[in-house]
């Protein structure tokens, strides 16, 4: 178990030492893109966005809740890349090659992603404050929200490791993770409610569980607890199916590769 | 004298779909020498390698190490050894320094050894200097003294390494050769892999001649050599007669003194039971197909004949060697 301990440690931290070399990366992991939708999107569309149709008192206070589980899209599908590079120049052959616990690897990057996720999820929500957006469930329903990133991030982080693991190139892993990411994004809530799109794309949305995890979030934020939790109950049941098959798929993707 | 066996293999096979890369070894590596697998590319040399650090499974057969299946007992065969991928395995953002601390803990070394081993090692390969730069600034050849070094982190009593000193100028060859033997010294049982005829021949205690997968020859390079026996001719014919080598080389085989002929392209290797006795006939055999002979040498079995005599072809072509 001590030894379990050490190699994830270790493993975790050199992670964070090369995300804290790479410079230019550092930059836009913690001042994520993601920001800017916010900032620029939320204040762009003020005017455009209909408040009955959004039912939020501005466009700002009812995107906060897609530019959270945004972030937790692109950090989770993005979270394999690194051990593809590994995969490519045999490093990750290194590692596998000294008495390490199968799984620590794997472990490690869970860790390393989801709590980089969790560190921008709050600068999200800082910044959203910033503008005046506060969750009216406060402090315990900033811990639900960032529960609910971390539950959606684990299986994201799983699919793009499977992916890693599986493809022959890394041009594969990025061309599959662009197909899979615009249509989660435009097929959910994070831009517009269910109620605003055309049915066939609502349905489909409904079948997107970055569609649920956006709901409860956003009542979080918006409505209150009465209206919350029943969400969130639902949202985490459904992310622990999502995991469980995220999970399933990447373990057995990692065996195949690791023989 | 029986000698303790530090590494077995029984019939071992891995296949990719239908090609074998490896099919059937069986060999044994005794404990204190240093193991060579001599072969081309793609002959399996780092696919057995891979086998034997257990980072893939045989299709079919079996692999010891110091008492231990590598498929059953991985893990424990993993406590003992240390290895040295082919392919530079760095993290160009990591330090020299980082990697090994990096390593020391997934060894689970303890504290105080890590601390007292890690100066050590970076001063063996020479990179105390540059120990503290990011891996990205290294040349190449510092890179594969830190995979060295990284090699024998954990101490281990059987090190791997996949072509040491492929890609590497003389005297960083010559220094790597220089700590294998050191190593050798120490007592650590190595196995390498190479495609360099000479680092097989000087390195090397024994070694097995692999090709398309399977052991073609198998002893130390002197009993290789003088189980050629006799001698070898070698011709090198002038590029305007290149159509007729075909024939000379028919001509050459029905000749009762030699024992066989292997064109290159740029003329023949005959070879032969005396050089004295069958000089003369081989050069009456060139005027009568009208071969003009640019050059005839003749020497005793070296290792590349013994290569193209257990493999019917040459280990590499003779164009000048491409660097990856
Ligand atoms: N993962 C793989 N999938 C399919 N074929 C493979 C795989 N790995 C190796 N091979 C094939 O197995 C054969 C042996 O490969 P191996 O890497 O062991 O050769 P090698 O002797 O180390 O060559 P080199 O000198 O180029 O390193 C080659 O034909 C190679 O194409
Ligand atoms: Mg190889």
């Known amino acids: 178990m001590n030894e379990y301990l050490q190699e994830i440690r270790a493993l975790t931290m050199r992670w964070v030492r090369r995300l804290s070399r790479e410079k230019f990366s550092m930059l836009f992991t913690l001042v994520q893109p993601m920001l800017f939708w916010l900032i620029f999107f939320g204040n762009l569309f003020q005017r455009a966005a209909d408040p009955q149709v959004t039912q939020a008192p501005n466009y700002i206070s009812f995107l906060a809740a897609g530019v959270v589980v945004m972030t937790v899209l692109n950090n989770g599908l993005a979270g394999g890349v690194d051990l593809l590079f590994d995969k490519e120049n045999g490093f990750l052959e290194r590692l596998m090659s000294t008495p390490i616990n199968r799984t620590s690897v794997v472990l490690s990057r869970f860790l390393f992603v989801t709590t980089i996720t969790c560190l921008q999820v709050l600068v999200i929500l800082g910044v959203a404050w910033f503008f005046g957006v506060e969750a009216v469930t406060g402090l315990p329903g900033i811990a639900v929200i960032l529960l609910i990133s971390m539950l959606f991030g684990v299986g994201l982080t799983a699919i793009s490791m499977a992916l890693a693991f599986s493809v022959k190139s890394h041009g594969d892993f990025f061309s599959v993770l662009g197909f899979l990411s615009l249509p989660m994004i435009f097929l959910s809530s994070a831009l517009v409610p269910l109620q605003a799109m055309p049915a066939w794309m609502s349905m489909l949305a409904k079948f997107n569980p970055m569609t649920w995890a956006i709901d409860a979030v956003r009542s979080l934020i918006l409505s209150g607890w009465a209206e919350a939790l029943p969400k969130v109950g639902m949202v985490v049941m459904i992310m622990l199916v999502f995991d469980a098959i995220c999970l399933y798929g990447s373990a057995r993707a990692f065996r195949r590769a690791m023989g | ?324």
């Open chain 2, 1 to 324: 004298m029986s000698r303790a066996v530090a590494i077995e293999t029984i019939k071992l096979r891995k296949t990719y779909g239908t090609l074998a890369a490896v099919d059937d070894l069986t060999f044994q590596v005794y404990a204190g020498e240093v193991f060579g697998l001599l072969g081309p590319n793609g002959a399996g040399k780092s696919t057995t390698l891979r086998i034997l650090i257990t980072l893939l499974r045989p299709t079919s057969g079996q692999a010891i190490v110091l008492g231990h299946d590598v498929a059953r007992d991985a893990d424990l065969v993993r406590r003992l050894i240390g290895y040295v991928p082919q392919e530079r395995a760095i993290d160009r953002f990591l330090t020299g320094r980082e990697h090994l601390l990096l390593l020391a803990d997934l060894y689970h070394l303890p504290k105080d050894e890590a601390q007292r081993r890690i100066p050590e090692l970076l001063k063996l390969v020479d990179l105390e200097a540059r120990a503290d730069q990011p891996a990205k600034t290294y040349s190449g050849g510092m890179k594969r003294k830190l995979d060295i070094a990284c090699g024998l982190l954990p101490n281990p009593k059987v090190l791997f390494l996949d072509e040491p000193t492929l890609g590497l100028d003389v005297q960083s060859r010559l220094r790597i050769w220089d700590y294998v033997r050191q190593l050798k010294a120490r007592g650590i049982t190595i196995v390498m892999t190479t495609n360099y005829l000479d680092e097989a021949d000087q390195l090397c205690d024994r070694l097995a001649i692999l090709d398309g997968g399977r052991i073609r020859a198998m002893g130390s390079p002197a009993e290789l050599k003088a189980g050629l026996g006799g001698d070898i001719v070698s011709l090198t014919i002038g590029a305007e007669d290149a159509g007729r080598i075909e024939a000379l080389a028919t001509a050459l085989r029905v000749l009762p003194m030699v024992r066989a002929v292997t064109a290159k392209p740029s003329g023949l290797d005959i070879r032969v039971e005396s050089s004295e006795k069958a000089l003369p006939a081989v050069l009456e055999a060139a005027n009568r197909t009208s071969c003009r002979l640019e050059l005839v040498d003749y020497h005793r079995p070296r290792l590349d004949d013994v290569f193209v005599a257990h493999t019917g072809h040459a280990i590499r072509s003779e164009f000048p060697e491409t660097e990856e």
